[in-house]
């Protein structure tokens, strides 16, 4: 079965930091695009950041260059986002997806995607 779960969400005050997980089971992120996704309330769903099957393109939302980083453990077949500097319109929904896909493209675009995760719940605030 095609599974993908995140954890890491929480409630973090402005400036603070996360590190959001994604696990897969059922197929290998090594040969897949992947990437996270984000919905604020009130919102469409919005590429965060991405990562190629091979690795060599990374692409992040304007809004969260330099302040967060997408990473992958191949040997625990999970995917990474930790986010730095937090701000409140950082919060919302973090889903993590992912589609089969060998070679240095990722996309972030929710069409781009075809496994989703439940999402995990961002909560930035004093």
């Known amino acids: 079965q095609l599974q993908l779960v995140e954890s890491g969400g929480g409630l973090v005050q402005p400036g603070g930091s996360l590190r959001l997980s994604c696990a897969a089971s059922?197929?290998?992120?090594?040969?897949?695009?992947s990437g996270w996704f984000r919905q604020a309330p009130g919102k469409e769903r919005e590429g965060v950041s991405c990562?190629?099957?091979?690795?060599?393109?990374?692409k992040y939302a304007d809004s969260v260059k330099g302040r967060f980083t997408i990473s992958r453990d191949n040997a625990k077949n999970t995917v990474y986002l930790q986010m730095n500097s937090l701000k409140p319109e950082d919060t919302g929904v973090y889903y993590c997806a992912a589609k089969s896909l060998l070679g240095s493209l990722c996309e972030l675009s929710t069409f781009s995607m075809d496994y989703w995760g439940k999402g995990t719940l961002v909560n930035v605030s004093s």
């Open positions: 059922g197929f290998t992120l090594e040969y897949s695009t």
């Open positions: 990562i190629s099957s091979r690795g060599d393109t990374l």
